[in-house]
């Protein structure tokens, strides 16, 4: 929808800039982000459209991969002031009211998984290495899911080699004629396809690293809480009894 809209605009203001010299920059820059769709610039409505969807895509994840739930989720557990104020049975009633409130994310389904093996085996040892396990795992998911968002990154580039190619073969095909200004809009169709799909490009590149940075660190972080902030409570030779007799 927001690439039909920008197409839209360009479409538009190419033909209200058409007469006005004045205004022959604006109106090239119309042009350029594909204002005479039938003459090319469906490459960059193609273009626009992975952009965006590819956009939407990552907001979507770093929003899933929000350090703010995390945060919460770990102040409401180290607001237990001792260790014997936090048995199993109470962590996994902090963790399932707020999830009630603030939806299933990854360090609340692996604090349930946590309960549930201490609930079974009471090992500190075996506890841990079940959240390395799943850490990897919630990894490994984060990473395929966001393979689309890959492809469209690749693809962007690749749409506008393709209207490189379009442009030129345009171009040579009608090369014979002398028609100068259709061997221009032919070349301007090859050239500004693949500078806008390399600025889109460079854009989405930068957006990707940031969320890949933001999920690596978003599973680090959750570790780092199991690790430094729950296994000294629930470690407690009153955790393990309790365990057992749960």
Not at 83 to 99: A, G, T, W, Y
Not at 118 to 131: G, H
Not at 181 to 191: D, H, P
Request: charged share 20%; with cysteine.
């Amino acid at each position: 929808m927001i690439a039909a809209f920008v197409s839209l605009i360009c479409i538009f203001g190419t033909k209200f800039t058409t007469n006005v010299p004045s205004l022959s920059f604006i109106h090239r820059f119309f042009i350029l982000l594909g204002g005479k769709f039938s003459a090319g610039g469906y490459i960059q409505f193609f273009t626009f459209f992975a952009f965006f969807w590819a956009l939407l895509e990552a907001r979507h994840y770093k929003h899933e991969f929000d350090m703010s739930r995390v945060q919460a989720l770990v102040k409401g557990i180290a607001g237990q002031k001792s260790p014997s104020n936090l048995d199993i049975n109470s962590l996994e009633h902090i963790v399932l009211n707020f999830e009630k409130s603030q939806g299933k994310f990854v360090l609340s389904d692996l604090l349930k998984k946590v309960v549930q093996k201490l609930k079974l085996n009471p090992s500190i040892s075996e506890t841990l290495d079940l959240v390395n396990v799943q850490i990897d795992i919630y990894r490994e998911k984060a990473f395929g899911a966001q393979n689309l968002i890959r492809y469209l990154n690749f693809a962007i580039p690749s749409l506008g080699f393709i209207g490189t190619v379009l442009g030129l073969s345009d171009a040579m095909m009608i090369a014979h004629t002398g028609d100068m200004e259709k061997i221009s809009l032919s070349l301007g169709v090859a050239f500004d396809t693949t500078l806008v799909a390399l600025v889109l490009g460079l854009i989405l590149m930068w957006d990707i690293h940031e969320l890949e940075e933001l999920t690596d660190l978003y599973h680090a972080e959750t570790k780092d809480f199991i690790y430094n902030n729950l296994v000294p409570k629930i470690e407690s030779k009153g955790q393990i009894n309790h365990a057992q007799k749960a």
